[in-house]
């Protein structure tokens, strides 16, 4: 079988923390046809996108990656993680809206050559929908996710700000559409695009303990016996503030959170290994047992 | 019994906030280019805000203390609190980017050499587990 190949940018925490979310993502790319080629030389990309306006040497670090890609010939590079997709974007509007940006951030790159302007920046589930297709998927399933009723989540940076969002920034289908196509329940939720916290699951424990009670339990008493999302941050905050939000209110039991690669990769019945399931403080592996989707 | 461990590593304790001689407003005019003064109280960012429970001035009201010059507002924990999620941004019928505005209050105070994380209130578990991009995300909104 010949592979369609990638370039992907993994970002630091899909090297470390979130490895996990990168092993099942390639396992689905391959199974789907596609392989992953990650870049020869990468960076952090600095995770929060420069927000005033004369702050320009915090876009030189995203910058150098998209120069790094064009390097090695690409036109588009993956994404993983939902903070890094939001600031390499982020970086690539304002580069496309201001020559004058372009110009001055060039003329800091001593050795990098002049970024052109030519990369696009796709997120895994954007690529999902948009190159393979839900319905491509739907015909690898299979194991169906029957009877599982799964809350999507997509907190931030997937849909703001608006002129970077692989979906309508209030009104979002993306993820419900794949939990379809895997044949799992989608119980919806108004709280699926508000913040998790944030890095606040370093000064605001507390507070974001509530945050991920708030954004769980609506959709738990409507039935939601997981959470599905995207970005290692969320899924920290989701998964372990959320245990710990088990102490602030009584009675209250965490579901499980899974990336959305980890659902696909159980409904396309690949390796179990490659989830990671062990690493996550809510165990998930009752509630698929129970639906019967492993043994 | 609560351990220095368990408490949160709040940076925003004490007053940070540096001496401002001029007006707020033209400080601010430097960082962001958002028309504050369009503000009409109407309260939509607060209403969508994650974490207004927590703050001492609601997302608005630290507009309304920029329109009338009231410095205070840097003491407040609202942006230190602020997670840079756009929500208010998206929704403001008049078309302030909050986000920016919040923004650009941290930087006045930062861009003075003000800063006070410390994640040493962090188990050495925890600082394994918790994800990169959290560190790397306050370290930015902290410290600069
Ligand atoms: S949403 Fe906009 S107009 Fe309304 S109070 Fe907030 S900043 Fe002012
Ligand atoms: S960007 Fe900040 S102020 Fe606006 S809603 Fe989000 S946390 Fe609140």
Redesign the interface.
Known sequence: MRFMELLYYPGCTLKTSAKDLEATAIKIAEELGYSFKEMEEWNCCGVVASLTSDDLMHHLAPLRNLIHAEDEGADKIVVLCDMCANTLKQTSLRVKESKDDLETLNSFMDKENDYKGTIEIVHFLEFLRDEVGFAQLKKKVKKPLKGLRVMPYYGCVLLRPREVAIDDAEDPVIMSDLLRALGAEVVDNPFKIECCGSYHTIDEKEATSKRAHRITNFARDRGAEAIMLSCPLCRFNLDARGKEAEKIFEGYEQIPAFYYTQLIAIALDLDIDACGFDSQEVDPLPLLKDKGVVE | MSTAAEK????NEKNLAPEIKGRLIDELE????EDIFGCYQCGTCAA?C??V??MDLTPDEVLRYVILDKKEVLNSRTIW?C?????C??RCPRDINI??VM??LR?LILRKNVDE?D?EC?TEEEK???????????F???IG
């Open positions: 949160d590593c709040r940076h430097d960082l962001c280019e969508g994650p974490f429970e927590e609190l997670s840079s999620c756009f929500a941004a998206e986000t920016v923004e650009a930087q994380t994640i962090l394994r587990k918790i994800p990169q991009i959290a560190f790397v995300s306050l930015r909104k902290n």
